[in-house]
């Protein structure tokens, strides 16, 4: 038998390899003569370069970066197997963990840190970026980030605007003439699972500003400058970004990345498959085994065991689940197309627990749950 081993990470426990790997050693455990393929996943949010550089045997890149507010950090991306792609999530240089509660104003904050991750991967070669835009601690329409790659934001007077989403207001003009030339042979995937539009009253002001720390009243300001945005760009590119789903994506970012670097939006877990080439990994297999932290009704509405489930099906293989822990309604995945489910872990674990017992008992659930294949393969023989 051939089994495609393909688990998200194990939050606060195991990476996707470390799940992949602990899974394949139960199941070798059972069957040494079995055949595992390890394919880590991810979602295209947190974990993405991570599972990405994992499955391609990729190599991690660690710059010195402008955070939202312009301080140095260290921010790291993935530059995969190829060669040529590069992996980005946003938020390793322009996210709100990186600064303190009482930091946190949109009407400034910048994309800065994140132009320069793509910089730095430029110079690398990379020819394809995967970008996750999660987690943003800015509403800056992605401005910072353009900036970084050549593109100008001018005023009055044709002066140059200062950094962060306020400043927008009174932008005048976007002069893209300085935009780096390599851009135009890069490809560039977004990962973004929200269809927010980047003005009104589901746009990135109104919905994800309060989360970055504006207030009712910075929520007004940020909303007038988005709108001077787009205006301007579709005045000055031809581009209506506005209305496009996605464009309010990490305040702003996605309309930004639309219309400075030619990006595509799209499902993350539809970009992880297809750049680790999942789907060439599941040819000739005979099952198929995701894997998550912990599988609920949730599971069942996008969340990565539904993206193995989705490349299993166009090979006619079947697909169970090996989790950590099972919540409210897990039930609803054999209606997605998951077969059967299998929580491993035999009682509650501290957080320190989990990072020990979790990868035991996610081994001997493997091994069991290859014992009843075994079984079922022999009683039906």
């Known amino acids: 038998m051939k089994i495609a081993v393909a688990p998200d990470s194990f939050k ?19 069957r040494p003569d079995w055949e595992v393929v390890t394919v880590p996943m991810a979602d295209g949010g947190e974990g993405t370069v991570t599972a990405m550089v994992d499955a391609t045997g990729g190599e991690y890149v660690t710059e010195t970066v402008s955070g939202p507010l312009g301080r140095p950090v260290e921010a790291t991306y993935g530059m995969l197997g190829d060669g040529k792609t590069a992996v980005i999530e946003m938020a390793a240089a322009s996210g709100l963990p990186l600064l303190k509660l009482k930091e946190l104003n949109p009407l400034v904050t910048s994309t800065k840190g994140t132009g320069e991750l793509i910089l730095s991967a430029l110079g690398r070669g990379a020819k394809k970026m995967v970008v996750g835009i999660g987690g943003s601690a800015t509403v800056d329409g992605g401005s910072g980030m353009a900036r970084v790659l050549g593109v100008n934001f001018l005023g009055k007077e044709g002066k140059e605007l200062p950094e962060g989403g306020g400043a927008l207001a009174g932008l005048e003009h976007v002069d893209v003439s300085g935009l780096d030339s390599r851009i135009a042979d890069v490809e560039f995937d977004v990962a973004c699972d929200v269809d927010n539009p980047l003005t009104g009253e589901h746009g990135a002001a109104y919905v994800y500003g309060p989360q970055k720390g504006a207030t009712p009243e910075m929520v007004v300001e940020l909303e007038a400058a988005l709108a001077r945005m787009a205006e301007v760009i579709k005045a000055d590119l031809g581009m209506d970004v506005d209305p496009e789903p996605g464009a309010g994506a990490a305040g702003g970012l996605g309309a930004g990345l639309m219309a400075f670097l030619g990006a595509k939006l799209k499902p993350g877990i539809d970009i992880v498959v297809e750049t680790i080439g999942l789907d060439e990994r599941m040819a000739g297999c005979d099952l198929a085994i ?79 749950v290859a014992r009843m294949l075994a079984l079922g393969m022999k009683m039906g023989g």
């Open 290 to 368: 995701a894997g998550e932290g912990q599988m609920d009704f949730q599971t069942a509405y996008g969340k990565t065991p539904m993206g193995v489930v989705k490349a299993a099906e166009r090979h006619g293989v079947p697909v169970i689940a090996i989790v950590g822990a099972l919540g409210k309604d897990a039930i609803k995945v054999n209606d997605a197309g998951i077969e059967a489910y299998f929580g491993s872990l035999e009682r509650p674990l501290s957080e320190d627990e989990l990072k020990t017992e979790g990868p035991r008992a996610l081994t001997d659930c493997a091994e069991q």
């Open 12 to 30: 606060g426990c195991m990476t996707a390899l470390e799940a992949a790997r602990a899974i394949e050693k139960g199941i070798l455990r059972a």
